[in-house]
């Protein structure tokens, strides 16, 4: 089974407003990490949380983390047409493998 | 630009063709990984180098060969691929294999007829 499961799937907003996307996880992690994927290209990292950490910034992204709940948002402030894209978050399960959820795709109408 | 380039970027073949996907790092990294994307399905890391020595196969088909022959470059040799095979697949590099930021590049479309 998956380790990071992204909700909702799909999300669709108006331009100005947040966005806020959920990863929960299964096992204890060394660190958990969000990317980016424009249609039909790589992925672009966007920002790494560690496990002794709660929150991070970058901009305009901002990542909580709560290792009880094994859970992880990713809020997009003031969003803007251009954030339309996936996003997916990774966690690094201790001992193993950076392991991808299915992503949610966010569009940001203008 | 990721540092990560991969050619070529779209790829058609018949189920009987041997064809390679490239990839190429200019980020001085040392791990390389070659994931595959399918519609509707999380990424699947299917090989991990380290150091220009495979450390992780994910229980790939024969049909897909990879190969390092330094730490700059990755291939991926294909043969006999399935139309199920049909996806985007994703070369990423990182400094070290554990828990650090890995970079993709943008991918080679694969189309298998």
């Known amino acids: 089974s998956q380790q990071g499961e992204e909700d909702p799937q799909a999300l669709s907003i108006q331009e100005g407003e947040n966005a806020t996307m959920n990863c929960s996880y299964k096992?204890?992690?060394?660190?958990l990490q969000w990317y980016r994927q424009n249609s039909g290209r790589g992925l672009v990292h966007l920002i790494l949380i560690r496990s002794n950490e709660r929150e991070k910034h970058s901009g305009r992204l901002r990542v909580t983390l709560d290792t009880s709940k094994k859970s992880s948002s990713l809020l997009i402030t003031a969003s803007r047409a251009a954030d339309t894209a996936s996003y997916f978050c990774?966690?690094?399960?201790?001992?193993?493998?950076?392991?991808f959820g299915e992503g949610t795709q966010l569009t940001v109408n203008p | 630009e990721t540092g990560v380039t991969q050619t070529p970027r779209h790829l058609v073949m018949g189920m009987t063709n041997k064809k390679s996907l490239k990839c190429e790092q200019h980020?001085?990294?040392?791990?390389m990984y070659w994931y595959k994307q399918s519609a509707k399905k999380p990424l699947e890391l299917m090989f991990v180098y380290s150091l220009e020595e495979r450390v992780e196969n994910n229980s790939v088909p024969s049909r897909f060969s990879p190969e390092c022959p330094n730490s700059s470059h990755l291939f991926l040799h294909l043969h006999t691929l399935q139309p199920e095979d049909s996806a985007l697949y994703l070369c990423?590099?990182?400094?070290?294999?554990?828990?650090?930021?890995?970079?993709f590049g943008a991918g080679t479309r694969l189309s298998v007829l």
């Open positions: 990423a590099s990182s400094q070290g294999q554990g828990a650090n930021i890995q970079y």
């Open positions: 990774a966690t690094y399960p201790i001992g193993s493998r950076l392991t």
């Open positions: 980020l001085g990294h040392n791990a």
């Open positions: 096992t204890s992690i060394n660190n």
